[in-house]
Structure formats: C-alpha cells, structure tokens
C-alpha cells in the first residue's frame, strides 16, 4: 500500500431543488480496517445513478436517506487489496456498495467476485449491473412487451433507456427513444438500432411522437416524468403498461408536478406502477445470462462515459441530473494493480 | 299484449358537466318485433349505473357512447312474453341489455335466463350482476388483499362498495368505508360489517381517515377520485395496490382534477390499474358460485334502492350522480304477469 489517507464525498448537506457542489465536502479519512472474515478495498469504478438524488433527501423512500456528515451511497467496482477471508484474494476484483471513497472495509458476504476475463468489469456496475437489470425487469416483468407493439422510453442513451429500448427489438416491437439533442439520438438510432429517437427539446415533440408512434403507445418505460410523460399521456393505447422506474425531469421541481389523467387509466385500462430492481431480485439469473449472451452476439450494444478522479464525482453526479452524460456514468476512482 | 305503445328514454343531448332533466326524453314508440330465433320482452327491473355518465359524453372510451336520439342504455331484467326461440319461453325471466324501454326485442344469444328460486331477479342487476362482479374482480384480482391487510372503499353503501367491504372482511382484513352521511355510514358498519365508516363531508375526512387505518391503506379501491383520493393518498403502504373501477366525484368536473402523486408511485412502488367487469369475464362462474354462497351464508348482505316507473329513471340517475340513492339503485319498471 502507497497510502494511508482515504478520501471520501460525504453529504454536507441536503438540496432543495437542484443540487450543487456545496451539497458535497471531500474529506481526508484514515484508512479503514479489514473486519474479521472481511477485505480491505481499493475502490477502481464509483457508479453514478439518479437514485442518488433521493438519497440526498430527508424523504421518506423505500431506502434511507443518508444522513448529513456521511458517504455518498454508491454501487462500486474494487480490488481486494487485503483479505481475511478464504473467499477472497488480493488482486481480486469485487462488486460492492462502497459508495463514494477510495477505500472500503466490507464483510465477504456483501461482495461477488468479478470475471475480468468475461467482460469488462465497469460493465457490472452498468448494462450487466443493477441499471440493465432494472431495464430488463422493468420491461419484461411489467412492460410484458409482445410482438408488434410499440414499446416508447426516454432518457434513452442512458443506461436504463438503452438497454430498455434494445430488448423492446429483440422482443420484436417498435422501439421510441427520446433523448437530449441530435448527437445522442443519432446514436440510439443509428448504434442502438431503435426505430425512431426524438429529442426531448424539440418544441413539438408531442406531435413527432404522435408521427413516430402512428399505433399508439402500448408500453411507456417512466425515466423521466415531466413534459415527456404529458406527451406519451394521450397516445397510450387500452391496455398500456407504464413501469415507473424513475421521474428524473421532477426530482429538483419544489412543488408538485401533476400526476397524470385518472380518467385515461379508467377509460384505457392502464396499469402504472412503481418498481425498483431489487422487487424483481430473483429474476438476477436470468438477466445475467440474457444480457450477456445479447452483448456477445451484437444483439445489445452499450456505450460508457468515464469521469476520472473521486473528486470529480459531484461534477460528474450534477451533469447526470441535467443529461449531460453520454451513456452510462461510471467514475475511475482508482487503476488496478495488475489483473484488471 | 294490453299494449301498443313501447315508452323509451332517449339521450336527448350531451351535457357539458353535471347532467339534467333536459338531457333526457321520453317518448312512445310502436312495439318491436321479435327477430328470427329471438324473443319479445317486457322490462321488469332496469339498472342504474355510474358508468352511464360516461356513455352520454362523446369521449373516446372502452364502450361507444349512446348516439343522440337513441334508447339510453343499460342492464334490464326482463319477462319473456313472446318467443320465436326454443330455449326461450313466454314467462321466462332474462338478464339483457335492453336499456332505457318498456319493451324490447333481442336475439338470444345474448341473453341470460334466471331462476326466480334461486335470488330475487333484481339482484342479477346488482350484488350476483355486474356491480358485484366488479367488486369481485377488481377486488380479488387487482387488490389481492391479504389477511391482516386495510382495504378502503368509498361509495360504500353502493352497488359496488358495499360488496368490496364485505369480501375484504372474508378475506381476513380491516376493511373502512367511506360514505355520504350518518345513515349510510351506520349502515356500512353494523349491517355491512365493515370495521369503521366515515363521512365523506366531514371537513377533518383526511384526519379521521389516517385514525381509521392505524397501520395504513393496502389496498385502495378507487370509486370515486377527487377529495376522498387526495386523503387516502398518503397513507398508501409500500406496495398497496389501487385497483381504478370509477371517478364518481369527477365525471362532472369540466377542467381536469390533478392526477395522484407520481412520486409515491414510484417510492412506494405502488400498482394502479384501470379495469372493467368484463376484462375478467372469465371469473364469472367462480364469481357467481363465491357470491351465492356468501349470501346464502349471511356473510353477505345486499342493499336495493327501487325507483318505481321509467319515467323516473332520469331522476333516479340524476340523484345517483350525486349520492342519493341508498344501496344499489333499480328502476321497476314494471310487474311480471306471473312468476316473478
């Protein structure tokens, strides 16, 4: 080990409306212990999410928030760089929830070891981790896309848009993206292979969705909520399945945002509801083999946007909520030693 | 046959918010003819039904809406007294469709024959017709409440209402109402036996609800929108389910009334669903079989609310929009000559 020093992100203090960098505080910690029958990690990818955004918050969630003075929560790639557990070797590369450090001290029984030779390991925290799980549950479990329908998701160059709208084709339906400007669109066009992706700025984007939906909208995939939500509102068709996965358009709004007309959920039988990935836990299985064996054969393509440095990850967190990435925002915390 | 004349309740005009007498017209009309293979009928009881508001609007919706000029609809028990079908005799009784009428000639395809030993006909409009089947279905199917668990229902005295509050008692939970007044409510809770039973236009409805469901709501049956949504609303336990039967409290509300809460939707993962009857039409025997047996048991209890004479079905609807009525509302329309 070259250091001892553990820099960490913790919450300084909670947003209302849109986060800014003094929501943070970088801070310089001892380097922690490894538990009995634990490892010691040095953190190699920090993943950034917009769940993050609620954990920011007092609200009442299906998670707790964090609370003022600790680590920012955060799915991680790490090396295991002192083990005390027969599990685990040095050089070993875990997944964990270490959250925003550059080192963690976790027990054996909170981690699963990483193959770097079958894929590369950023991807677990990315279109083989929890946001292409939450695509792949939210869409099959919920959506139950068929053959022929019309399946429409924003944020569609993210990391759960994307993954969403490329099973929707292999499932054989109409896939509608919408995304942030013509760079991204043309790539979950033309890379992606949706049918149509529309750019959630255009002033009459309802009526290009209208156009690019000409049989309706049987699935809604919910990324954003907002002024997107009120354009897919009316061209739902009876039957439609809305999985709510996320309402990222309204997470920095500090009064309420209408919900949408009861009256289409009564009238076209709708059925809208709310799920987070870990509902769907037992489904982990088979979306690991699915996903893996779409990458493998050029089915389901994705795209990384790597920020580098710990002490960049509120930058890197604050362009999320806005849409600046460019697919799945991961943060190089660390290099690995060796094997990586 | 003592007559010649066939009276018929028209839509004479689409209304624009709360409907009225002016809405509806009366007028004679020549006898029909039984049809090849049909049958004759006389109406002996017609049902009301909230839904009907929806069919006098223009509004694209799950059923076409009445045409201006032609015979309101509705569900009919009828005597047979003329028969060109030999599964059909005069004097038999039929569950139908006639609508609005006096008289009315239908195929027999689509009519269903009762036993007058085995109910009182006019419930096959009400508790063993489709607004128990409504209740039945939307309830077990959508809400699938479990033992322990707190159901909620408004318009509890209702067809429908009333119904739900009993099967969630059957099924093991606390089941609270909400209806319009201290009759109703008295009612609800010592004849119904449900738990507890408030009155909507108490001015502290969202305090006494919370009281009333100490370890929260888990299923919400959703009759009637509006205020009584907006206080059940909060107290939604993670993962209740809200099964969308009616909006009573908004079908004459000219602008739109704010959609629920996406945001609890999406914390609470919560299951909201539109349904009708017939989209679980394959539960009808289970349904016929469940209720039946209930009833003979005493462990379900039904309420009727007669309106003599066709000429005050539009009166008698009129005061159904606005809660009036006291258990499931039938129009008698007329006698049956013999059996029934």
Redesign the interface.
């Known amino acids: 080990m070259t250091t001892s020093v553990n820099r960490q992100i913790l919450l300084k203090s909670r947003p209302e409306g849109a986060p800014g960098p003094d929501n943070f505080e970088l801070v310089e910690r001892p380097l922690p212990q490894a538990p009995e029958d634990g490892v010691l990690l040095r953190t190699l990818y920090l993943s950034l999410d917009p769940y993050m955004r609620?954990r920011m918050s007092a609200?009442?969630?299906?998670a707790n928030p964090v609370e003022i003075g600790d680590v920012m929560v955060g799915g991680t790639v790490s090396e295991v760089i002192e083990s005390r557990n027969a599990a685990f070797s040095k050089g070993d590369i875990v997944l964990g929830q270490a959250g925003w450090q550059e080192y963690s001290a976790a027990p054996g029984s909170r981690l699963r070891k990483l193959d770097p030779k079958a894929a590369p390991v950023s991807t677990a925290l990315g279109v083989l981790g929890m946001p292409g799980m939450t695509a792949y549950t939210g869409l099959l479990e919920i959506g139950q896309p068929k053959p022929g329908e019309t399946v429409v998701v924003a944020a569609a160059s993210g990391a759960v848009g994307a993954v969403v709208g490329q099973i929707a084709k292999i499932k054989g339906c109409r896939a509608v993206g919408i995304a942030g400007g013509a760079k991204k669109c043309g790539f979950v066009k033309d890379e992606l292979g949706f049918d149509e992706c529309l750019d959630h700025n255009a002033p009459d984007l309802a009526r290009q969705l209208e156009a690019a939906c000409p049989k309706g909208i049987d699935v809604y995939f919910?990324n954003v909520?907002g002024a997107v939500?009120q354009a897919v509102w009316p061209l739902l068709n009876?039957f439609a399945r809305i999985p709510?996965?996320?309402?990222i358009a309204?997470y920095n709004m500090t009064t309420?945002?209408?919900?949408?007309?009861?009256?289409?959920?009564?009238?076209?039988?709708?059925?809208?509801?709310?799920?987070?990935v870990w509902?769907f836990a037992d489904r982990e299985q088979d979306f690991l083999h699915d996903v893996a064996a779409w990458i493998r054969s050029g089915k389901l393509k994705y795209r990384e946007d790597f920020v580098d440095g710990l002490e960049n990850a509120p930058q890197g967190f604050l362009g999320l909520l806005q849409g600046k990435n460019f697919g799945k925002l991961v943060v190089r915390v660390g290099a690995a030693s060796g094997r990586a």
């Open positions: 609620g609200a009442k969630s299906y919910e909520g939500q009876p709510v996965c996320g309402l309204q309420p945002f209408p919900g949408p007309d009861m009256f289409s959920v009564l009238r076209k039988r709708l059925l809208i509801r709310g799920f987070i509902d």
